[in-house]
C-alpha cells in the first residue's frame, strides 16, 4: 500500500467540515466517538469498505458496525427491526448500543464482511455526529486501530498504528468509556449479546425482558457468533496472565513470581488497582483505577495495555476486575489480551 500523508486535526467545524467531504470522496478519517476511536468510512461504498480493511490489516470477512447520526436512518440500511429495537433505541441511542438486523439493499457485502445482515450504531460524541451528518449519515467505523491491537482510547493511539494509511484523524481528546459498545444481536429470540459493554444485561433486560450471552463469549472452545470475537485481541506484546484470588494472596504470589522472574533475567510488570499498588515488587506496576471505579478501570485498561508494549516488561499480571455492570466487558477484554490465562494465586 501507498504511504498518504495523514492529517491530524484538533476539532473544529472546519476540520470536520472537510472530513465530511474527505468520507464522501471514499476516504479514511478516524474520529472519536464515547466508546473508542472509530475508523470512518461511507458506508455505502463498497471501495471505501476495501480501503478500511487494507488500512487496519483486518480480514474482510469481520463486518464493520454503520454509525448512523438519526433513528429515522435505521430503516435504510435495516429491514425486519422488532419493536424491542426501538425500546432500545429510545432508551440507548445515542450511545454505547450496536444492534444486528437483516441489512436492505442499501449496504454493499463490503461493509457487512459478506453477512445478510448489518450491525448499527448511534454513537453520542457529539464530533462523532455531527461528522456522521456532514458525511451524507452513513459511517462504518471498526475500532481505529491496526487488527489485533489494543483499541485506540486517544489520537495519538490512532496516529501510532495508522498514521501513512488514512486521510485523517479528527483529535477530540481522551474518550469517555475505554471499551467498545455492547453488541445485541436483534435477529434472534429472545435476543442475544455477542459483546459485552457499558449498555449491560441487565439494563437491556430492564428495558425488553430475557436478553440472551452469546455462548461463545463465556464458554471457551464455543465459536463466537461475531466474527471479530474469534480473533486474539488487544493483546500486548508480552505475555499477560490474570491472577484470581484474595487481595493478600495475589500481591503475594505476584511478589513471588516476579522475584523468581527477576534471577531468570526477565522483567516483569503488574496491573494494579489504586488501593494493592504498593504492595507490588515488580519491575513497573501500573494502576488502573479504584478498586470499585469500574469507569476508570474501562477507561485506562487500553491504554495500559499499549504503555507495557514501550516498556519492554517479559511478563505481565494483572489483577482480576469483577462487578456486574461494566466489569463483564472489562474481564471479556482483557481476557482476550491475556488469550484466556487466568491462573489462581495459588497456582502462580
Ligand atoms: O464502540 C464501538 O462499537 C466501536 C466504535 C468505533 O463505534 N466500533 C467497533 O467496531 O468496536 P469493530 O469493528 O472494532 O467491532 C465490531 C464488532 C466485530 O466483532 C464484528 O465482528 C461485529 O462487531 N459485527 C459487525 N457486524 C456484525 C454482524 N452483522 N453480525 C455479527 N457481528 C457483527
Ligand atoms: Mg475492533
Not at 472546519?14 to 472530513?19: D, V
Not at 454513537?123 to 462504518?140: D, M, N, Y
Request: aromatic share 4%.
Amino acid at each position: 500500500m501507498d504511504k498518504i500523508n495523514t492529517r491530524l486535526e484538533k476539532v473544529s467545524e472546519q476540520a470536520l467540515t472537510e472530513a465530511g467531504q474527505v468520507l464522501k470522496e471514499g476516504g479514511l478519517v478516524a474520529f472519536p466517538t464515547e466508546t473508542v476511536y472509530g475508523l470512518g468510512a461511507n458506508a455505502l461504498n463498497e471501495d471505501a469498505a476495501v480501503r478500511t480493511y487494507a488500512a487496519k490489516g483486518r480480514p474482510s470477512d469481520n463486518p464493520l458496525i454503520v454509525h448512523i447520526a438519526d433513528v429515522k436512518h435505521l430503516a435504510d440500511v435495516a429491514k425486519d427491526i422488532p419493536e424491542e429495537a426501538y425500546v432500545l433505541a429510545r432508551l440507548f441511542w445515542p450511545g454505547p448500543l450496536t444492534m444486528i438486523f437483516q441489512k436492505t439493499e442499501r449496504v454493499p457485502m463490503g461493509t457487512t464482511g459478506g453477512m445478510s445482515t448489518v450491525a448499527v450504531r448511534m454513537p453520542s460524541h457529539p464530533v462523532a455526529l455531527s461528522l456522521i451528518r456532514k458525511a451524507g449519515g452513513f459511517v462504518s467505523a471498526p475500532s481505529a486501530n491496526t487488527s489485533g491491537r489494543p483499541s485506540p482510547t486517544c489520537a495519538s493511539h490512532v496516529m501510532d498504528d495508522l498514521c501513512g494509511k488514512i486521510d485523517m484523524v479528527i483529535d477530540g481528546g481522551e474518550v469517555e468509556i475505554g471499551v467498545e459498545s455492547t453488541i445485541v444481536d436483534m435477529t434472534v429470540a429472545p435476543p442475544s449479546i455477542l459483546r459485552p459493554g457499558a449498555v449491560t444485561k441487565r439494563m437491556l433486560e430492564e428495558a425488553i425482558g430475557a436478553v440472551d450471552m452469546d455462548p461463545g463469549i463465556v464458554r471457551e472452545g464455543v465459536r463466537p457468533k461475531a466474527p471479530g470475537m474469534k480473533y486474539r485481541h488487544y493483546a500486548p506484546k508480552a505475555k499477560l496472565v490474570i491472577v484470581s484470588g484474595t487481595q493478600k494472596e495475589v500481591t503475594e504470589a505476584v511478589n513471588r513470581a516476579a522475584e523468581r522472574h527477576k534471577q531468570e533475567g526477565r522483567r516483569t510488570g503488574v496491573i494494579a488497582c489504586m488501593q494493592t499498588a504498593a504492595k507490588y515488587r515488580a519491575d513497573i506496576v501500573h494502576v488502573i483505577g479504584g478498586q470499585d471505579d469500574e469507569k476508570a478501570i474501562a477507561r485506562n485498561l487500553y491504554g495500559l495495555l499499549r504503555k507495557f508494549d514501550e516498556e519492554d516488561v517479559d511478563v505481565i499480571y494483572s489483577e482480576a476486575f469483577c462487578g456486574d455492570g461494566l466489569g463483564a466487558a472489562i474481564m471479556n477484554r482483557l481476557g482476550k489480551a491475556a488469550g484466556h490465562t487466568i491462573v489462581k494465586a495459588s497456582e502462580l
